[in-house]
């Protein structure tokens, strides 16, 4: 899959599963996912929505807190990941 369409895909992924209405067209793809600094507004609970609905979708295992917390710092680092994993 071509990053840009994966990094859509991803957002899309992420604001339909977070249910996030008023989410920003397009927020920056190194932008914090997780926390105060996120335009998306997530928590730890949203993190593991996100987990969920990649895991399902793209078919890979995301590990333990600490891989999981470096996975989801960013939809840059997540798509790093789908695409190491492929």
Not at 20 to 28: L, M, N, T
Not at 66 to 79: F, H, I, K, M
Request: glycine fraction near 4%; proline fraction near 7%; hydrophobic fraction near 40%.
């Amino acid at each position: 899959m071509e990053r840009q369409k994966l990094e859509q895909e991803l957002k899309r992924l992420i604001i339909e599963a977070c249910n996030i209405p008023d989410a920003p067209e397009d927020f920056p793809s190194e932008a914090p996912l997780i926390g105060p600094e996120s335009p998306l507004d997530l928590d730890s609970l949203d993190a593991v929505e996100v987990v969920v609905v990649v895991q399902k979708h793209f078919g890979v295992r995301i590990g333990g807190e600490d891989s999981s917390r470096e996975v989801l710092a960013s939809v840059n680092t997540l798509a790093d990941y789908i695409e190491n994993s492929a």
